[in-house]
């Protein structure tokens, strides 16, 4: 299906009790971006996107990462830990930002507007919940200098994979 709001950011959940595949198709016509991926199967408590970008247009990096999460419980309200690992695996915030997602809902983070987050910065991002429900995370990061389109996506992965076959782990 298609969304008819202009200008519409949220999140979907797709529901079946037979195996289904989906795809995400995201297009930003005002900068010519589009990007596609894969749906993911199932939540998790905890998650990483094993990627994410802070710009520094001093040295010519010019890629931004924003991180959609959504909150599976239609019942609750979740609170997500998001930290930032460096490429040696040390925390790069001295605490996890608090993200409150209402029942159902997406949050976001955008890491140009994450304080304390140097610029330059490419991490992996860890994601944690204490909902029974968990969570689904992509990394959008596009890079607005490339000409025509500079975009990538990333899932979240959690231990038991991005994709999940059967009701059992089959």
Do not use: C
């Amino acid at each position: 299906g298609s969304v008819a709001q202009d200008g519409f950011v949220g999140g979907a959940n797709i529901l079946s009790n037979v195996p289904i595949i989906s795809s995400i198709d995201e297009v930003k016509y005002e900068t010519i971006e589009g990007l596609s991926y894969m749906a993911n199967a199932g939540g998790q408590s905890e998650v990483t996107i094993p990627i994410v970008f802070r710009e520094n247009p001093k040295y010519l990096q010019h890629d931004n990462s924003g991180i959609a999460i959504a909150n599976l419980d239609p019942a609750a309200s979740v609170t997500v830990a998001i930290g930032f690992l460096s490429l040696y695996g040390a925390d790069l915030l001295p605490t996890p930002i608090q993200l409150t997602i209402p029942a159902g809902g997406v949050g976001t983070i955008y890491l140009p507007f994450v304080d304390g987050l140097p610029a330059g910065t490419v991490a992996t991002a860890r994601l944690t919940t204490a909902s029974p429900a968990g969570i689904v995370a992509v990394s959008n990061d596009v890079n607005y200098t490339v000409a025509g389109d500079g975009s990538v996506v990333f899932n979240a992965w959690g231990a038991t994979g991005s994709y999940i076959a059967g009701g059992a782990g089959q």
